[in-house]
């Protein structure tokens, strides 16, 4: 009964979400726009590399094509379901509408995770997922049944991640108030993703690889598609961080909400 009442409510989020994107309609075709010339961008900076080089590491062009396209996919569906609720979690601590939030008969973090959903992010991953296709083709690949479950299993593990640690990082709005700042630093390392993890070495690969999983979430993915796994060590790696992540995540939600003394005291 509980669950059933949830996705009613999700349902009616949804419904929501629709009207107010189709009343700004015009904001809504502007934005698809803009973060396809950036996806654009990036192809292209790809393409300037290796009109240098032959490889970056081990990767060839199409493969660095066929990441940027996962990297994409993987963040535009985060964006699509998180990246809006995680960013006005501050504003619902500062006018006091999580007060109200609270009362409500259903899982708080629920709703302030998922109240809003960014319709024109759909659109944009399936540019991402497009490229991808294409780049798939150029490389001749013919993943198996079993390579597109778990390159979809990690894709929901790295979406799990960002939203964790972003969640995390929005929750410090129960102390200071606003924290936008912070949560938009964290999306912006998101570009990240988009390398390939053999670009990097020493501490900077060490920190985004396990304190700030984002070279993660896209290249393991990618690997399982382009036959680049050598030993399940990645893909390991990468659910063990989930998990903590998530984990993490909700404890630190606990002891904000300790912290909370709502709007009225």
């Known amino acids: 009964m509980n669950l059933k009442r949830h996705l009613t409510l999700y349902a009616a989020l949804w419904k929501n979400s629709v009207t107010r994107e189709m009343s700004f309609k015009g904001n809504f075709i502007l934005w698809i726009l803009v973060e396809g010339l950036w996806f654009g961008l990036q192809l292209t900076f790809v393409t300037v590399v290796f009109s240098q080089t032959e490889s970056v590491g081990t990767w060839t062009k199409w493969q660095m094509v066929l990441l940027v396209g996962a990297s994409n996919f993987i963040q535009q569906l985060y964006q699509a379901f998180f990246l809006t609720n995680c960013t006005n979690l501050s504003e619902l601590v500062r006018t006091g509408r999580m007060d109200f939030l609270m009362l409500l008969p259903v899982n708080t973090r629920f709703l302030v995770s998922l109240r809003v959903v960014d319709l024109g992010a759909f659109v944009n991953a399936v540019f991402g997922l497009s490229v991808m ?22 894709c929901f593990v790295g979406i799990l991640i960002h939203y964790s640690l972003m969640f995390i990082l929005a929750t410090i709005c129960f102390w200071t108030v606003r924290a936008q700042g912070i949560v938009w630093g964290y999306y912006n390392l998101f570009n990240i993703a988009r ?68 709007a009225s005291s």
């Open 133 to 154: 296709v294409y780049a798939a083709a150029k490389l001749h690949l013919h993943p198996t049944l079993a390579q597109l479950a778990g390159f979809s299993a990690l």
């Open 195 to 262: 390398m390939p993890d053999e670009a990097f070495n020493g501490a900077f690969k060490a920190i985004f690889t396990f304190a700030l999983p984002v070279l993660l979430v896209s290249n393991v993915p990618v690997r399982v598609l382009a036959d680049k796994i050598n030993s399940p060590t990645g893909w390991l790696l990468l659910l063990g961080m989930g998990v903590v992540w998530a984990v993490v995540s909700e404890l630190f939600w606990r002891l904000s909400l300790r912290h909370y003394t709502s």
